[in-house]
DNA sequence: AATAAAATTTAGTTATGCCTAAATTATTCT
DNA sequence: AGAATAATTTAGGCATAACTAAATTTTATT
């Protein structure tokens, strides 16, 4: 007996379905090695626990052997319901905390899974009923649906296109802190003023800045075109 | 497969210790079997974690058969942060999201567990550093000391003695609600009109509402005596 | 089409935290 | 003190969610 961990690193349903639903929102089935890699457990525990959400009364998911995951209108819902907590969550430590938005994400992941409903509609009410969190990601509505992104990723913008920072889809520290020293927040106008057919960087000039930038950025950068 | 219940009813090694503090603020011993009773899980489940947490390393709580359980000084503050976060969240939750007294308890139950060290210190500078909860109850200091409670129970007050409740040491909702409804909240000015030797039922004035107590009612509220 | 490589599942194991039933130890009563 | 009762622990078991290693199926290559 050493430090008793305890604290069973045990995956929640809740978690599971959160990852189902990122890796299908492009409409295609998740596989089990992606949803392991994504858990960092292990491909067998994925199956197994797949198979069980996939046999529970309702259904969560669908699955058939070799053919990967997708969410039912069950498992969609559950989903959605804790991809709301999380994102009203980052929006209210945001706004009444102070927290910055590189802060935030840790945070709300623990936040998301023990929230009631009584307390998800109180900071909803509080913030006047946000659409989006503090990166610009949209907030599922109250009836647990998913608003539908019109923005347009900066990868597919080009030359002379200009626009407005509407969502930036990222978690890591680092890299939103990098984002804001450079101004690439939500809100802030951009304009495309070189492309590299080679590596597909931008040169983008946000305020005063100008900055090259790889699709590893750009991809994740989603604008209003204006 | 049923519901797909999985959520494990298990535990918390930060619930055992809050139980076992509580049972051991009068100094005694916690008997495994009352632990057993307040957790609502068997009296073997209970010695077997409890010799857990006795083993480890560094020990959470003293043990030896049949003599109950205390805690280490480890195992104190552990115990001492989870009522710390506790009660803030409680006094947060009414100051910021408009709960009132009787419906914050549940709610503190479930995010104690979860909240950073960090979340901790914002709410508690927001609120500016509150001594006690919406409930009077005495919030452990940041250095996880547990301030002294200088009030005495209403029980102990006889005729013609007067002061203010300090503290309502109860977390039923209805008895919280029924409370109010009396003026029985912390703050309120509160004098002791008869006592009845027989059952120990105390006559007692607040604001023009006059009441009878029982000892299941004079034993939980707490005054600071004028 | 056959074979090699990769992805995925099955089989079997482990650790944990709970349970019930039985055994033991402590306490109370006459 | 001795017997009856109550409190507590031991023993043995179950369910769950993870794991590794082996088997199988799918996909890619020649």
Chains 1, 2 share one sequence.
Not at 171 to 194: F, H
Request: glycine residues 6%.
């Amino acid at each position: 007996m050493k430090p008793l961990t305890q604290k069973t690193l045990t995956i929640s349903i809740q978690d599971y379905l959160k990852h189902i639903y990122e890796l299908t929102e492009n409409g295609e089935n998740a596989s089990t090695n992606a949803l392991a890699r994504k858990l960092r457990i292990s491909a067998p525990s994925v199956t197994g626990m797949v198979q069980k959400m996939a046999s529970a009364k309702p259904a969560l998911v669908e699955y058939q052997k070799h053919q990967g995951v997708t969410l039912t209108k069950e498992g969609r819902r559950a989903a959605l319901e804790v991809i709301r907590h999380h994102r009203l969550l980052e929006a209210w430590l945001v706004q009444t905390l102070g927290y910055s938005w590189d802060e935030v994400h840790e945070e709300a992941e623990r936040l998301e899974h023990v929230i009631s409903e009584d307390f998800e509609r109180r900071i909803a009410a509080a913030m006047g009923h946000p659409l989006r969190d503090p990166h610009g990601e949209l907030i599922p509505t109250a009836d647990l649906k998913m608003p539908i992104e019109d923005s347009t990723p900066l990868s597919a913008l080009r030359p002379t296109q200009t626009g407005t920072i509407q969502c930036v889809k990222a978690a890591d520290t680092g890299l939103l802190r990098y984002l804001e020293s450079l101004g690439l927040v939500p809100g802030a106008q951009i304009e495309v003023k070189e492309y590299s057919p080679f590596d597909h960087n931008l040169t983008v000039k946000v305020g005063r800045k100008t900055t090259v930038l790889g699709m590893n950025i750009t991809s994740k950068i989603y604008i209003e075109e204006s």
